[in-house]
């Protein structure tokens, strides 16, 4: 158990650029979501997944985020378009269907817009 | 709708003083609570869960946490905090009926130890 691992690690863009991380989970969860975590804030759920099929977006995935996940292993989160209010660490965290909502985090993209 | 209120935003405690960060939830139906801790630069470390059954759950790092359900709330405890214990604490609700397994955070508390 290597852990979830997210590359990069940071991520400075010019607004109106686009951009994609990548989260690799822990080898057998069938489980992947994506957070997004703003300043003095808690993560906010923007995406899961059980194996590949995108299960539930949050209203915060605007139609420049999309998220993927082709084989049921990594997966990829891109931003259209970036924002400048698209600066934020963006968390992925991986889970087992067995072990319910026990979600364990990788290190997060520490995303910047300027 | 589901939310969890951390009314503290910041605590201050000396090392080797105990500790009891708060947490108060709403959810509709029997909850999955979590604690989460947060170090500067890392990801969210799972510290404990309360799925159901005793009330107190033990977790890593000598922390535990007590579910009260006639209060909403799952406080956080330990009885001696060690300069490693500064950072950032998250408490957390997942729904069990209804919805898939998001989880919605608190807003953290910050927590400083001083020497």
């Known amino acids: 158990d290597t852990g979830v691992s997210q590359d990069p690690r940071h991520k400075i863009t010019k607004r109106g650029q686009n951009v994609t991380f990548r989260c690799d989970p822990i080898s057998e969860h069938n489980r992947l979501y994506w957070y997004r975590q703003t300043l003095g804030q808690g993560p906010e759920f923007l995406t899961y997944?059980?194996?590949?099929?995108?299960?539930?977006k949050s209203r915060l995935l605007s139609d420049r985020f999309s998220a993927e996940r082709p084989k049921g292993s990594f997966s990829t989160l891109e931003i259209q378009r970036t924002e400048q209010g698209d600066s934020a660490m963006y968390l992925c965290?991986?889970?087992?269907?067995?072990?319910?909502?026990?979600?364990?985090f990788g290190p997060g993209t520490r995303l910047t817009v300027t | 709708a589901q939310s969890v209120t951390q009314p503290d935003i910041h605590i201050t405690v000396s090392e080797g003083a105990s500790l009891e960060l708060r947490c108060n939830y709403s959810?509709?139906?029997?909850?999955?609570l979590f604690w989460y801790v947060q170090s500067p630069g890392q990801g969210l470390q799972l510290l404990l869960k309360y799925f159901s059954g005793d009330t107190l759950v033990q977790g890593i790092k000598g922390f535990e946490a007590e579910f009260k359900r006639s209060q909403s709330s799952f406080n956080l405890r330990k009885p001696s905090v060690h300069w490693s214990d500064a950072a950032e604490y998250f408490c957390?609700?997942?729904?069990?009926?209804?919805?898939?397994?998001?989880?919605?955070f608190g807003a953290g508390t910050r927590l400083a130890v001083h020497p």
């Open positions: 997944f059980q194996n590949e099929a995108q299960l539930e």
């Open positions: 965290a991986s889970g087992s269907s067995d072990r319910h909502y026990e979600q364990y």
């Open positions: 957390a609700v997942g729904g069990r009926s209804g919805g898939y397994n998001k989880l919605i």
């Open positions: 959810y509709g139906a029997t909850p999955y």
